[in-house]
């Protein structure tokens, strides 16, 4: 794994060339070889690099700039197409990487189950960390038609390593039976339908506490985030997203790392799925960033 040369391809505007000096990577994970409907999500992390050279590198919301964040764009894991287990094998070491070298990682999916490569690594580095989840599904199954690697279980896999009652989530309106009935059992936290209250509600529980970010871009309503994989009508805008980001960046958490997954951009040929992603990772960078 090297990281002393910049990626030569395509990268997210005003990344910095050098990976040394940087103290955020941006990394993709362009892996969907478990989606149960529509795949194409593993051409997100391209895609998102590529819109943001359309964005002002001002934020209004947070008064900063790009530049005042160095990152580096280390572009895409080569995963081994078709291959759940062994590409998770390679984002975890991937990521461990990153946290020895003490960057902050900021992942671009991919379909979902990337995220359980993630959490792995972080599990190898934090021994209490929380993980806060924003997604239109619950994720929770233990398998999906007898895969246990699919990118319905990521939650419920991150559940059993860190401890159900470390896990929050946020705006689910998808889901088993059985499911939403784990997560009222296990004592993990879970909020139906909306993002914003239980957000500002579960913030000071978890002052000064390392938290995980996972953004699934299905958790907006299919209005603002066509291109996606598993479409579940009934989400949150792109404006509730923004503010959600950033009341996590005002608040007393530590954000320790995050990903932003299952953008898929062949259904969205408007580009508005992509153009919101890239512009999320914007503000994730400004404000989580420390």
Not at 40 to 49: C, E, L, M, T
Not at 107 to 120: K, N, Q, S
Request: with cysteine; aromatic share 12%.
């Amino acid at each position: 794994m090297r990281f002393e040369e910049a990626y030569s391809g395509n990268v997210f505007i005003k990344a910095n060339p050098n990976y040394k000096e940087s103290k955020a990577v941006i990394y993709g994970m362009p892996m969907d070889w478990t989606v149960s409907f529509r795949p194409g999500s593993r051409f997100g992390p391209a895609r998102i690099r590529e819109v943001s050279i359309g964005l002002e590198e001002y934020s209004p919301y947070l008064d900063k700039e790009l530049e005042e964040v160095v990152f580096f764009d280390a572009g895409d894991i080569p995963l081994p197409f078709g291959n759940a287990e062994r590409s998770l094998q390679m984002i975890e070491d991937y990521v461990d990487t990153l946290l020895k070298d003490g960057k902050f990682p900021l992942g671009l999916g991919g379909e979902h189950l990337v995220t359980w490569g993630v959490i792995r690594a972080f599990y190898r580095h934090f021994d209490d960390f929380a993980i806060l989840h924003f997604d239109a599904h619950t994720d929770l199954r233990t398998e999906y038609e007898g895969e246990p690697l699919s990118h319905s279980t990521p939650i419920r896999k991150a559940c059993e390593l860190i401890g159900p009652e470390n896990v929050y989530s946020f705006g689910i309106r998808s889901g088993m039976k059985e499911e939403f009935a784990y997560a009222e059992q296990s004592g993990m936290y879970l909020a139906k339908f909306d993002v914003l209250e239980p957000l500002r509600d579960v913030l000071p529980t978890l002052k000064n506490r390392n938290v995980y970010v996972t953004i699934d871009i299905d958790v907006l309503d299919p209005a603002h985030a066509p291109g996606t994989g598993t479409l579940e009508a009934g989400g949150i805008t792109s404006k509730e997203l923004l503010e959600a980001i950033h009341l996590i960046a005002k608040s007393d958490v530590h954000v320790i790392g995050c990903d932003l997954v299952e953008v898929a951009p062949c259904y969205d040929h408007s580009e508005q799925t992509q153009i919101a992603a890239s512009k999320f990772v914007r503000e994730m960078l400004l404000g989580w960033v420390k």
